[in-house]
């Protein structure tokens, strides 16, 4: 079936690091990509839009600046996390959908393993 | 702005006995309806994908509804085991891709 690898699994850094999670579709192309931040016992919230090619959109509240998006290609997407601070510590998950042809398709979308991030 | 809701928050019962977890979702206007599985500190697994035009959608002891009418969905667990425990989550989705998920349901299975 349709793999998704994130990459790491587990990050520990200290305040003011930037820190860049990968997100691959391993047996399927992606011309969209999903990133999503959980809190603990929280449901996961949609943070951004990622468009192989193109600018990312991002959900309002989520800093464009702090969060930098970048799919460089059909099977990859990174979100950088800049400047990191203890409160963007959380459960990062990345998920894709093999591209159809259109936005609205309906084939189920596949998830990443997570990132958890802890910062110092 | 679409809100959904699970009820449950948590579900503790025993093994072997049959289950039901609830979804509610406020708006209506969806292409389709997913529940997931997620173990402590993993991802996603899907387990069923209900298109709007779909009543349900069976995948061995698992039966998902769809009313979207009213806005509801339910996943019913047969002959539940330990291995089922885990954290379950309904998500809808709306245009272009987007999935609104609920909080989820944690669900543990005592031997």
């Known amino acids: 079936g349709a793999v998704v690898s994130q990459h790491p699994s587990w990050v520990i850094c200290k305040s003011g690091t930037s820190v860049k999670i990968e997100c691959r579709s391993l047996?399927?192309?992606?011309?969209?990509m999903f990133w999503y931040r959980q809190f603990p016992k929280q449901s996961l919230m949609l943070m951004a839009t990622s468009n192989e090619g193109s600018k990312a959109t991002y959900e309002q509240g989520v800093e464009k600046d702090k969060f930098l998006i970048n799919h460089a290609s059909l099977t990859l997407s990174t979100l950088t996390v800049t400047s990191a601070h203890p409160e963007d510590s959380s459960f990062y998950i990345c998920s894709a959908a093999p591209a159809m042809g259109t936005l609205f398709s309906n084939q189920p979308q596949h998830f990443g393993d997570g990132t958890r991030l802890s910062i110092l | 702005k679409q809100e959904v809701t699970q009820i449950p928050a948590a579900l503790s019962v025993p093994e072997g006995e049959n289950l039901v977890l609830n979804c509610s979702f406020t708006?209506?206007?969806?292409?389709?309806l997913q529940w997931f599985r997620q173990d402590p500190g993993k991802g996603l697994t899907s387990l069923l994908l209900i298109q709007s035009s779909q009543r349900e959608q069976t995948s061995g002891r698992l039966n998902a509804s769809l009313d979207k009418s009213s806005g509801r969905s339910t996943l019913y667990i047969a002959a539940s085991q330990p291995g089922d425990s885990a954290t379950y989550l309904c998500a809808v989705q709306q245009g272009a891709q987007k999935l609104v998920f609920g909080q989820g349901t944690r669900l543990t299975i005592n031997p």
């Open positions: 708006d209506s206007a969806i292409y389709n």
């Open positions: 047996d399927f192309q992606a011309t969209t």
